[in-house]
């Protein structure tokens, strides 16, 4: 998706109200175009983000994200599971219940936004796995991310094929 002619029609709209104010708000104006194109650029994105998050709560257990390629936003659709050959609505695919999302944030609530790059095979397994689950891309890989650092929290004697270090040696089992 070309975001291209959004902010062109943006930076033209903020010339015309910048006319009706005289020579020193047209100059202004265009002072501001070129710094203004990458926020309003990433405000686009943003709400393209929270509309895909939308979307695919909608369709769940299908999903929608959106994947930034080459400076231009494209959207990825995951459908859910089809129904089986000569049954057609086959009802819900019964699954184990999915973890909890961890309720663990910062003192205000926030989360952060990440930036993560997977190769296109694994992309599709997290995707395939986060629609068997009935829940979107990221919250399968926060509650992935979540189960792994609580797994490598753990003391290490209780975790089975961890060695245990000391300054002299290092013990331990092999298969």
Same mark, same amino acid.
């Given at each position: 998706? /070309? %975001?291209?002619?959004?902010?062109? @029609? ?8 910048? /006319?009706?104010?005289?020579? @020193? ?10 710094? %203004? ?6 405000? %686009?994105? @943003? ?8 979307? #695919? ?8 994200? $959106? ?21 057609? #609505? !086959? ?5 184990? &219940? !999915?973890?909890?999302?961890? &309720? &663990?944030? /910062?003192? /205000? ?16 397994? $997290? ?24 797994? #490598?929290?753990? !003391?290490?004697?209780?975790? !089975?094929? $961890? ?10 089992? $092999?298969?």
């Amino acid at each position: 998706m /070309d %975001l291209t002619r959004y902010v062109d @029609d943006l930076q033209h709209r903020l010339a015309t109200a910048a /006319d009706a104010g005289g020579d @020193d708000a047209r100059e202004l104006a265009q002072r501001l175009t070129a710094p %203004l194109d990458a926020a309003v650029r990433l405000v %686009l994105l @943003d709400a393209l983000s929270a509309a895909a998050g939308e979307i #695919s709560a909608d369709l769940a257990p299908g999903s929608v994200d $959106v994947r930034l390629r080459a400076g231009e936003p494209e959207f990825v659709v995951a459908p859910g599971p089809r129904p089986v050959a000569g049954n057609p #609505s !086959p009802g819900p695919v019964p699954s184990p &219940t !999915p973890p909890p999302v961890p &309720t &663990t944030t /910062d003192a /205000d609530g926030a989360t952060t936004r990440t930036t993560l790059r997977l190769p296109d095979h694994l992309k599709t397994q $997290v995707e395939t796995a986060a629609a068997h689950e009935g829940v979107s891309v990221n919250t399968w890989l926060v509650r992935a991310v979540a189960a792994a650092l609580e797994q #490598s929290a753990g !003391p290490a004697a209780t975790r !089975p094929g $961890v060695p245990q270090r000391s300054t002299n040696h290092v013990t331990g089992w $092999v298969r």
